[in-house]
């Protein structure tokens, strides 16, 4: 069974410091990965995805398919990067999205 | 930039009563998807809807849940007996087509049951 695991639930940073979100991931087959986004009293939108290699916000994320992995990253912290961030797979034949459970990011000034 | 309508915001209701959380779609999205989110747990799929049948659906998704798309427009996920438990941010996504096609959430439907 797919499954997806960010084990960090709170990431703290001081402004203009690097960011790593992680996310670790458990497949069978070739995954397909997004990162959502959810900052303060706004819906959930798509952030990332895999297969685009783009950078948004300056944000980027690497699939690693040695480790497993799909760590969302910034090189410089900004304020309003505070958020909810999840990594999501789609899984199956309906593209219905598995969260994991989420990392809050604070951004410290 | 379309949106992905929800109504109410909020909906508060007595256990055992019905519910009728609503959605409007992106107009020319084809797939519709409803989640929920329970206060300091993760995201979770209830159940996916395609040409007016359910693709797929979670074990969450019993039989006090129906969806449907009454009109053409409006896709609602209907909770026939309330219980406590289903106290939760419903969210409503829709998707143009399959693939690696995006899926655009509504605001969410808070629901407090009494």
């Known amino acids: 069974a797919q499954r997806v695991t960010q084990p960090e639930k709170l990431l703290s940073v001081f402004k203009g410091a690097p960011v790593e979100l992680k996310c670790n991931y458990s497949y069978s087959g070739s995954p397909e990965l997004f990162w959502y986004v959810q900052y303060s009293r706004q819906r959930l939108q798509l952030l990332l995805r895999h297969i685009s290699r783009e950078s948004i916000k300056g944000f980027t994320a690497d699939l690693n398919k040695g480790e497993t992995s799909f760590h969302l990253k910034k090189p410089f912290a900004q304020e309003e990067d505070s958020a909810m961030y999840y990594c999501a797979p789609p899984k199956g034949d309906g593209n219905k999205l598995v969260f994991g459970a989420g990392t809050i990011l604070r951004v410290k000034s | ?114």
């Open chain 2, 1 to 114: 930039e379309p949106e992905v309508t929800q109504t109410p915001s909020h909906q508060v209701t007595q256990m055992g009563q019905e519910v009728i959380l609503r959605c409007v779609p992106i107009s020319n999205h084809l797939y519709f998807y409803w989640y929920r989110q329970i206060l300091g747990q993760k995201v979770e799929f209830l159940v996916s809807f395609y040409n007016n049948e359910i693709s797929e659906k979670s074990e969450i998704f019993d039989d006090q849940f129906s969806v449907e798309r009454p009109d053409g427009s409006n896709f609602t996920l209907k909770i026939r007996s309330t219980k406590l438990e289903d106290s939760a941010m419903y969210f409503c996504a829709t998707q143009r087509g399959l693939g690696l096609n995006i899926q655009y959430f509504g605001a969410g439907t808070r629901l407090s049951v009494l």
